[in-house]
């Protein structure tokens, strides 16, 4: 299981960490992503970390404002800064085997998902 945590209510520009937790298995051989879903729109990709060699792939709406990470198998963080009303969404983590990838239907567990409101 995944459990993301972190979210809440952040005026734009702030700051939020959003962090998932596993449980019941390793997922030290797995990548981590971080998805995202707004009301009325598709889930889309935020980010993503590879297992093993670190490698990262974020989406060109928040490069350079989020970064991922892992401290250990089986944790991952997602540190959101210079927040924009537009990332206003449900935030999900997900796993997949071994490399990140972009694609939502690529990942085989997902967590709930944890709320983040930003206001204008």
């Known amino acids: 299981q995944l459990q993301a945590s972190g979210g809440g209510l952040v005026q734009a520009g702030g700051s939020l960490r959003l962090s998932c937790a596993a449980s019941?298995?390793?997922?030290?051989?797995?990548?981590l992503g971080w998805f995202r879903q707004a009301p009325g729109k598709e889930r889309e990709f935020v980010a993503a970390?590879?297992?093993?060699?670190?490698?990262t792939l974020y989406a060109d709406s928040v490069k350079g404002r989020f970064t991922i990470s892992r401290d250990n198998a089986n944790t991952v963080y997602l540190q959101m800064n210079s927040l924009e009303p537009e990332d206003t969404a449900v935030y999900y983590c997900?796993?997949?085997?071994?490399?990140?990838?972009?694609?939502?239907?690529?990942?085989?567990?997902w967590g709930q998902g944890t709320l983040v409101t930003v206001s204008s």
């Open positions: 997900a796993a997949r085997g071994v490399l990140a990838t972009r694609g939502v239907y690529h990942y085989d567990y």
């Open positions: 970390v590879s297992c093993c060699g670190g490698s």
């Open positions: 019941g298995r390793t997922f030290s051989n797995y990548a």
